[in-house]
């Protein structure tokens, strides 16, 4: 019986690791799976909903490290998760995208002599302002094998040296939990809830610092929501710290005054999946999103400078735009006027992803089948 530990620490985790543990229970007379939670994201509906969502089982350990500063989360995850190490002896460490827990573990697992994968490897802004980025070439030059998404991490893997017999190109177990999740999304009751009619709103989210930290940005944002509030109706899940900063700078007032514009709390999967599937059209500035529309035809406006999913762009949905206010309003005025792109799905985002990445694992790394 070998043992595997897979890692969750944020909302993207979650969907990267239950299709992993789904596709490994189909073997569970010779592996043995634990999902170790580090409590990086800790509520109701940044963490636990997604275990009821996406029937996973809930986590052998809860690490508990809560928030901080990216040193505190970083260093209890790397003293926490050294002692399940201890306790567990695992043949094998998953870790997956590219927040403070992934970097930790990978750390903590590799210096045990752990062999440690990275999902969703090669991955790449090159935008060194962004922490994301940081943890990701930091677990991508320890880890031992890398399973990776799209093109692009196949091509930074390459230049950057990474032993090639140890790179697999999978595809992309988010996309596998959207196709797990699409019937019950369908099934939500959140637009009725919402007053929301299919394709007749806007799906907002935005939490990046660049984007929230400034008062003057964020209330660029709330007057370009009041300019097209007129054409669409905005739905805006909160992340914690949009919420904390709109209070902060004296604009939460501001916010609820603008018409159709529908202010909530951070959804569950289901429920956000559902309003996803919906929009006319979605504005973010997160990674994730980029991928889950793409994936679903939906199209997108990410507003960043840089994007580490460049397929979403070059042939998905997505359009990075920098956050700039004539530039969002001329982007907004296309998409009303649907001068938007198709796009098609890229390559091995088929819902099988969880599969191969097992296959793999039990052929060429634990050497078991």
């Known amino acids: 019986m070998k043992k595997i530990i897979s890692i969750v620490g944020a909302r993207p985790n979650f969907m990267k690791v239950a299709p992993i ?9 010779i592996i043995e799976h634990k999902i170790v939670h580090t409590g990086q994201h800790y509520d109701k509906m940044m963490s636990d909903s997604f275990f009821d969502d996406l029937d996973m ?10 928030s901080g500063s990216h040193a505190e989360q970083t260093a209890r995850v790397i003293i926490e998760f050294e002692k399940v190490c201890l306790l567990e002896k695992p043949d094998l460490v998953l870790v997956v995208g590219d927040v403070n827990s992934t970097v930790a573990a990978s750390l903590t697992s590799v ?7 990275h999902i969703e490897a090669g991955l790449r802004s090159f935008d060194r302002s962004m922490p994301e980025e940081i943890n990701r070439i930091a677990t991508d030059s320890i880890c031992d094998y890398c399973f990776v998404t799209e ?11 990474f032993n090639s ?11 596998d939990s959207q196709f797990y999740a699409m019937d019950k999304a369908k099934d939500s009751d959140v637009l009725k809830e919402f007053n929301l009619k299919k394709e007749k709103y806007i799906l907002v989210t935005l939490h990046r610092p660049s984007n929230v930290d400034e008062s003057q940005q964020i209330e660029e944002f709330l007057d370009i929501f009041s300019q097209f509030s007129s054409e669409r109706k905005i739905v805006f899940p909160i992340h914690p710290r949009t919420r904390k900063n709109l209070e902060l700078f004296g604009l939460s007032e501001k916010a609820n005054q603008i018409k159709n514009l529908i202010l909530c709390d951070p959804q569950p999967y289901i429920r956000f999946l559902s309003l996803m599937m919906n929009a006319d059209f979605v504005v973010t500035d997160s990674g994730g999103i980029q991928e889950e529309t793409t994936a679903l035809s939906i199209p997108c406006l990410t507003l960043r400078t840089t994007t580490e999913r460049p397929v979403t762009c070059e042939i998905g949905t997505n359009r990075l735009i920098i956050p700039e206010k004539d530039r969002i309003i001329a982007a907004f005025n296309d998409y009303l006027a649907y001068k938007r792109p198709s796009g098609t799905v890229p390559p091995l985002w088929d819902g099988k992803a969880a599969e191969r990445i097992v296959d793999i694992i039990l052929n060429k790394i634990l050497k078991i089948r």
């Open 21 to 29: 543990d789904k596709a490994l229970q189909k073997y569970d007379s």
């Open 57 to 66: 089982p809930q986590p052998a350990h809860f690490l508990g490290v809560g």
């Open 111 to 117: 210096k045990l002599g752990i062999p440690t994968a």
């Open 151 to 161: 093109q692009s991490g196949l091509r930074h893997l390459a230049w950057e040296g």
């Open 165 to 175: 017999k140890n790179i697999f190109f999978v595809g992309n177990t988010m996309i």
